[in-house]
């Protein structure tokens, strides 16, 4: 009895290739939460919008609050069209999905430092929590090109 579950478990087991698709549909999902977070944030808290007002209030410029929101959305939306455009290339080519995933990764970490770290007036633009949602879809990313990687190499 014990020994038919193991066999079915090595059966039905997932490959690292559909794990690797697994994985790239997390970074698509994961790229939706900053813009998620921001509608929520936007229409309860306006955490976002206090920030600013206080950031750029301090220096005496006008600002529109808004505008972060606008950024974040921004960058949610377009992150989540290339993750995936990445998650279905997987599907149709492993070496395109490596190409692919691996791009988005160093783009998607490359947009979370630029929101963790640019500053103006001395101060970040954006709060530190905003940075790192946006970063999340680079962490499964990471993990699917490596899943992807370890299936191409085991089939090789």
């Known amino acids: ?5 193991s066999e079915q478990t090595n059966e039905t087991a997932a490959s690292p290739r559909t794990r690797g698709r697994m994985a ?3 970074a698509v999902i994961l790229s939706a939460v900053p813009a998620l977070a921001a509608a929520v944030d936007q229409q309860s808290m306006r955490s976002l919008e206090a ?10 410029v006008p600002v529109d609050t808004g ?3 606008l950024v974040v959305y921004a960058v949610a939306g ?6 995936l455009v990445a998650a279905v290339t997987s599907w149709v080519s492993r070496g395109g ?11 998607n970490l490359a947009t979370a430092l630029a929101m963790l770290f640019v500053t103006e007036y001395g101060s970040p633009v954006f709060p530190a929590q905003w940075g790192l949602l946006v970063a999340l879809p680079a962490l499964a990313g990471a993990v699917a090109v490596g899943l992807l990687v370890r ?3 085991r089939r090789s």
């Open 1 to 5: 009895m014990f020994e038919k579950r």
């Open 24 to 26: 790239l549909g997390a």
């Open 51 to 60: 920030y600013a007002a206080a950031m750029y209030g301090a220096h005496g």
């Open 67 to 69: 505008l972060l929101y």
């Open 78 to 83: 377009t992150l989540a069209i290339l993750w």
């Open 97 to 107: 999905a490596i190409g692919a995933g691996a791009f988005m990764v160093v783009a």
């Open 151 to 153: 299936s191409a190499r």
